[in-house]
C-alpha cells in the first residue's frame, strides 16, 4: 500500500514522538533508581555534628558576603601537585574543577612539582586556566631520588622487584616508591611549599562535586584545626606490613605521649583481659573476642566444679576445651605491637588541607627520618598515606582534625559527594573572571560547565552540600569502615 506524503509524515512524527518518549520514562526510572540508591537509611543523611567537629557551613554561603565581614582574611596558602609533563589532560580537568567550584572566588596560588622540568606547553596550558598566581618547580636530586649507595645496591632492585612478583599494587614501580617517599617527608620542606602556612594537596584526575562556597583555610585557622580530609579508608595490608611496627618503636624510643587521635588508627587489645596472657595471645581481632571469652568462661566454670567435691558432674565440652588449650600454638601476628594493630584506616593523601609545619617540624620530620632509617620505603611499598595518619595519630588530638564532609569528591573509583541542606542553597555566580577565561577557551571549557545549568539534586535537613550535582556511584561514606570509627571518636 502506498501512503501519501502527508501520511507518511505523519507517521514519522509518531514514530519519533514514541522515541522521545521512550527516553522520557528511562531517564526518569534511572533518576528514580538513582536517588533509591542512596536511600534515607545511608549514612549521608544523618547529622554526624559534635562539639568536637562539623562542617564549617551547611549549604552554600555568598562569596562576596563572606570576604566583606570584617573579620575575614585571606590565608597564607597554596594548592600543591606534583606531577609529570604527560599527564597534562588529567592535570587541566583538576585545576578547571577546583576554579569552577572554589577557586575563582578565592583566587589561592598554585604550585606544580616535577622531578624533571616542565614542558613550556604545559605551563602555558595551566597557566591559562586559572587567574590565580601558579610556579613551577623541579625537584632536586636529594628531594626525588633514594640516596645514592642505597639505589646502587642488589638488595634495593631485587625487594622492589620481588613486590612486583608479589602482586602488590604498584610494588615494582620504582618511581611510585620515590613518589610516596618524597610525599611522605619531603615535600613540605620545598622552597616553593614551604613559602606558605597552609597547603591543599591536589592530583591529576580529580572532579569536585559541590560548590564550596567559604574559604576552607580561614575557616580551619580560625577553629584552630590543623589537618583537614575528605576520604578515611581501609589500606592494603600487603603493602605496610611493618609500619606499625616500627611506629610503635618509635613511640617507645621517643617516649611520644600519644594524643587522643590515637584509637582511631590503633585498635587497643589492653581491654577486660589485660592481665591474662594466655587469651592475650589468641585474641588478635574483634571477631576473636567472643569466642574466646565463651571458651574461657567454660574452662573456668569446670575447673570450678573440679574444686567442688559435691558435685561431679563434669563438663565434657569444657574439659575438652582445657586439653584443646594446653596444646593450641598461638598465631603469629607479625603487626601487633605492644598489644595494638593498626586498623589500616587512613586519610586519604591525594586530599589533603592542613599546615605545612605540621610536617615540616618537631616530631613528624623526626618519625619521618626513622622510617627512613627502617628501609620501608623500598623494603615494603609504603604509601605517604598512612605514615601521614600514623604521624598524625600520634602528634593529635581528635579536634585537630576536620572532615570536609561537604567537599563532594572524587578520584580514581572512589567516591564522596553530600546531599544538598535544604534551605541553604543561593544561585550559582561566576566572577567575570572565570567567565572571561571560559570564553577565552573558545568552547573547549564548555562541555565542563555543562553541569552548571543541571538540575539540582534533591536536599534534606542533614544535608551538607552546596549546590552538589553528584555521579550515580557508591558513596564511600556508606563503604568505608573507616567512616564508622571517625563518627564514634568524635562522639561526645
Ligand atoms: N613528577 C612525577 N610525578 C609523579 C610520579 N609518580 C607519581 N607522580 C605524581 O604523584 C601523584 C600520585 O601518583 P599516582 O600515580 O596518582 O598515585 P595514586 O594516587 O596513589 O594512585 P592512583 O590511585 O592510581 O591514582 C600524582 O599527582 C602523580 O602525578 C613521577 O614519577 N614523577
Ligand atoms: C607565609 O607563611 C610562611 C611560612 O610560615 C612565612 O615564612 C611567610 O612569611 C608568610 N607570609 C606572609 C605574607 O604572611
Ligand atoms: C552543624 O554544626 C554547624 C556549626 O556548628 C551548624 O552551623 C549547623 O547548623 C549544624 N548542622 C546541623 C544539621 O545540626
Ligand atoms: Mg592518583
Known amino acids: 500500500m502506498l501512503l501519501s506524503p502527508q501520511r507518511r509524515n505523519r507517521r514519522r512524527c509518531w514514530i519519533l514522538m514514541l522515541i522521545c518518549l521512550f527516553f522520557v520514562v528511562i531517564w526518569r526510572l534511572a533518576r528514580k533508581l538513582r536517588t533509591r540508591s542512596r536511600g534515607s537509611d545511608s549514612f549521608g543523611f544523618s547529622n554526624i555534628?559534635?562539639?568536637?567537629?562539623?562542617?564549617?557551613?551547611?549549604?552554600?554561603?555568598?562569596?562576596?558576603?563572606?570576604?566583606?565581614?570584617?573579620?575575614?582574611?585571606?590565608?597564607?596558602?597554596?594548592?600543591?601537585?606534583?606531577?609529570?609533563?604527560?599527564?597534562?589532560?588529567?592535570?587541566?580537568?583538576?585545576?578547571?574543577?577546583?576554579?569552577?567550584?572554589?577557586?575563582?572566588?578565592?583566587?589561592?596560588?598554585?604550585i606544580f612539582l616535577n622531578h624533571e622540568p616542565f614542558d613550556p606547553e604545559f605551563v602555558e596550558l595551566v597557566t591559562a586556566t586559572t587567574g590565580a598566581k601558579v610556579q613551577f618547580g623541579v625537584l632536586s636530586e636529594l628531594e626525588w631520588e633514594f640516596p645514592p649507595g642505597l639505589r646502587e645496591q642488589l638488595i634495593f632492585k631485587e625487594s622492589?622487584?620481588?613486590?612486583?612478583?608479589?602482586?602488590?599494587?604498584?610494588?615494582?614501580?620504582?618511581?611510585?616508591?620515590?613518589?610516596?617517599?618524597?610525599?611522605?617527608?619531603?615535600?613540605?620542606?620545598?622552597?616553593?611549599?614551604?613559602?606558605?602556612?597552609?597547603?591543599?594537596?591536589?592530583?591529576?584526575?580529580?572532579?569536585?562535586?559541590?560548590?564550596?562556597?567559604?574559604?576552607?583555610?580561614?575557616?580551619?585557622?580560625?577553629?584552630?584545626?590543623?589537618?583537614?580530609?575528605?576520604?578515611?579508608?581501609?589500606?592494603?595490608?600487603?603493602?605496610?606490613?611493618?609500619?606499625?611496627?616500627?611506629?610503635?618503636?618509635?613511640?617507645?624510643?621517643?617516649?611520644?605521649?600519644?594524643?587522643?587521635?590515637?584509637?582511631?588508627?590503633?585498635k587497643s587489645y589492653n581491654s577486660d583481659f589485660k592481665n591474662d596472657d594466655l587469651l592475650m595471645k589468641f585474641i588478635n581481632f574483634d571477631s576473636d573476642v567472643e569466642r574466646e571469652l565463651t571458651?574461657?568462661?567454660?574452662?573456668?566454670?569446670?575447673?570450678?566444679?573440679?574444686?567442688?567435691?559435691?558435685?561431679?558432674?563434669?563438663?565434657?565440652?569444657?574439659?575438652?576445651?582445657?586439653?584443646?588449650?594446653?596444646?593450641?600454638?598461638?598465631?603469629?601476628?607479625?603487626?601487633?605491637?605492644?598489644?595494638?594493630?593498626?586498623?589500616?584506616?587512613?586519610?586519604?593523601?591525594?586530599?589533603?588541607?592542613?599546615r605545612v609545619d605540621l610536617f615540616s617540624t618537631g616530631l613528624y620530620a623526626d618519625y619521618f627520618a626513622y622510617?627512613?632509617?627502617?628501609?620501608?620505603?623500598?623494603?615494603?611499598?609504603?604509601?605517604?598515606?598512612?605514615?601521614?595518619?600514623?604521624?598524625?595519630?600520634?602528634?593529635?588530638?581528635?579536634?585537630?582534625?576536620?572532615?570536609?564532609?561537604?567537599?563532594?569528591?572524587q578520584h580514581s573509583t572512589v567516591v564522596h559527594c553530600p546531599i544538598n541542606k535544604a534551605g541553604e542553597q543561593l544561585p550559582y555566580v561566576e566572577t567575570l573572571k572565570h567567565q572571561k577565561l571560559r570564553h577565552q577557551s573558545g568552547g573547549t571549557l564548555q562541555t565542563f560547565f555543562d553541569d552548571i545549568t543541571k538540575v539540582q539534586e534533591k536536599e534534606s535537613e542533614f544535608g551538607v552540600g552546596c549546590r552538589c550535582v553528584c555521579p550515580t556511584k557508591r558513596d564511600v561514606e556508606d563503604t568505608s569502615q573507616c567512616f564508622r570509627k571517625w563518627h564514634d571518636i568524635i562522639r561526645d
Request: aromatic fraction near 16%.
Open 371 to 409: 622510617l627512613e632509617e627502617s628501609g620501608g620505603f623500598w623494603a615494603e611499598r609504603w604509601g605517604d598515606a598512612p605514615v601521614h595518619t600514623l604521624g598524625l595519630a600520634m602528634m593529635l588530638n581528635v579536634d585537630d582534625v576536620h572532615y570536609f564532609r561537604d567537599i563532594g569528591y
Open 49 to 110: 555534628n559534635t562539639s568536637k567537629d562539623s562542617v564549617f557551613a551547611d549549604g552554600c554561603v555568598d562569596p562576596l558576603v563572606y570576604q566583606d565581614a570584617p573579620h575575614y582574611a585571606s590565608q597564607n596558602a597554596s594548592f600543591t601537585m606534583l606531577t609529570r609533563n604527560s599527564e597534562i589532560e588529567t592535570v587541566l580537568k583538576t585545576v578547571r574543577s577546583i576554579e569552577r567550584h572554589f577557586n575563582q572566588w578565592y583566587q589561592y596560588p598554585y
Open 160 to 266: 622492589i622487584e620481588e613486590q612486583g612478583d608479589r602482586g602488590i599494587l604498584y610494588g615494582n614501580l620504582e618511581s611510585y616508591h620515590k613518589m610516596c617517599r618524597f610525599y611522605a617527608g619531603a615535600f613540605y620542606k620545598h622552597p616553593l611549599v614551604a613559602q606558605y602556612e597552609w597547603y591543599w594537596r591536589i592530583e591529576p584526575d580529580v572532579e569536585f562535586f559541590c560548590d564550596l562556597t567559604y574559604d576552607p583555610f580561614y575557616e580551619m585557622s580560625r577553629r584552630g584545626k590543623k589537618y583537614g580530609f575528605t576520604v578515611f579508608i581501609e589500606e592494603l595490608y600487603w603493602t605496610v606490613p611493618n609500619l606499625f611496627r616500627f611506629t610503635r618503636s618509635f613511640i617507645r624510643r621517643k617516649g611520644v605521649k600519644v594524643g587522643n587521635l590515637w584509637p582511631l588508627v590503633a
Open 295 to 354: 571458651k574461657e568462661r567454660k574452662i573456668k566454670d569446670l575447673l570450678d566444679t573440679v574444686g567442688n567435691t559435691k558435685t561431679s558432674a563434669l563438663d565434657r565440652e569444657a574439659l575438652k576445651l582445657l586439653i584443646e588449650r594446653a596444646s593450641r600454638k598461638a598465631p603469629i601476628f607479625e603487626d601487633k605491637f605492644d598489644d595494638e594493630e593498626f586498623n589500616l584506616c587512613h586519610f586519604w593523601s591525594n586530599f589533603e588541607i592542613a
